[in-house]
């Protein structure tokens, strides 16, 4: 079977993926998606731990991660919508009102 | 089953870096629904089913068309000529390399010696009963819990993203047509 640190390692290249898209980025909607890698990887880590352990809590507590995350993909593009109406950018860099 | 987990991890891994590197907005929506369906499959070969079942429908079905819904609600026409990447990018993806290679060296060098039980992969493990029983009984307050956050969010979705009074004084019926100039008639 496939070696449990092979599934790690993807999940660890996933994440990466997803902070490099985060930090890097301009346009808050890709920002949003590379939130969405980042929880992904966590997630497929859960479970890959769950599968070598036959543990079933892991895949429990993924289940409330996806529930999250969605909710959280709502309010961010909520957010983004609101922000776009208001200064008609999705540029983070132009979102500065609250700098000292 | 390798073969199957490198198609799943290469095409997955490729999808990812095409996400976070595409100028256009609904490509890179594209391929992060290519993303979540790799994962999804990877959860089939880990034996969670219904977790597979639930990334497709949740993630797939309806985080990816709140996406495509917000992009194709919003017209954003001009933001494909914009500059893309911010002013630390270098810095980041040094940052974000460094942490990669010590997350997959630890990782990979820690649980070597952790093996599956012998017949483990013939046995169901990820199945809806499994779950669901597990989840009413043991996990019934944080499924509760659960409920709560998607009626907030569903809440404070609808909330944000209302169109307020300071948009109805600017599109509304105080924009007005220019009058028609009129020409001066040459050689009347």
């Known amino acids: 079977m496939v070696p449990l640190p092979l599934y790690l390692a993807f999940g ?3 994440f990466i993926i997803g902070v490099v ?3 890097t980025r301009r346009n808050a ?6 939130i969405e890698l980042m929880l992904n990887a966590v997630n497929l880590t859960f479970i890959s731990f769950s599968h070598y352990l036959q543990d079933l809590r892991g895949q429990v507590f993924t289940l409330f991660i996806i529930a999250v995350a969605a909710s959280e993909a709502a309010v961010g ?4 919508i609101s922000l776009h109406r208001g200064k008609a950018t999705f540029n983070l860099d132009e979102v500065n009102l609250l700098k000292w | 089953m390798y073969f199957f987990f490198f198609l799943f991890a290469i095409v997955g891994l490729f999808s990812a870096i095409m996400v976070i590197t595409r100028k256009n907005v609904m490509h890179a929506a594209l391929f992060l629904l290519l993303t979540f369906a790799c994962v999804g499959a990877m959860y089939v070969l880990l034996r969670a089913e219904l977790l597979a ?3 497709v429908l949740v993630y797939a079905g309806a985080v990816m068309v709140l996406f495509l819904f917000a992009i194709l609600l919003v017209n954003i026409p001009r933001v494909v000529r914009l500059r893309q990447w911010n002013r630390q990018s270098a810095v980041a993806v040094v940052i974000a390399g460094l942490t990669g290679l010590w997350m997959i060296i630890a990782t990979t060098q820690t649980f070597r010696k952790l093996e599956l039980p012998a017949g483990a992969m013939d046995q169901p493990l990820g199945t809806p009963r499994a779950i669901g029983q597990l989840l009413f009984t043991d996990f019934m307050l944080p499924f509760e819990i659960a409920s709560l956050i998607l009626l907030a969010a569903m809440v404070g979705a609808i909330f944000l993203a209302r169109e307020t009074a300071l948009e109805e004084e600017r599109t509304g019926t ?3 047509t220019p009058e028609p100039v009129g020409r001066p008639q040459s050689g009347r």
């Open chain 1, 12 to 14: 660890a290249l996933l």
């Open chain 1, 21 to 23: 898209g985060v930090l």
């Open chain 1, 29 to 34: 909607i890709i920002v949003l998606m590379s």
């Open chain 1, 77 to 80: 593009l909520a957010l983004v």
């Open chain 2, 53 to 55: 079942a639930v990334q």
């Open chain 2, 174 to 176: 105080d924009a007005t």
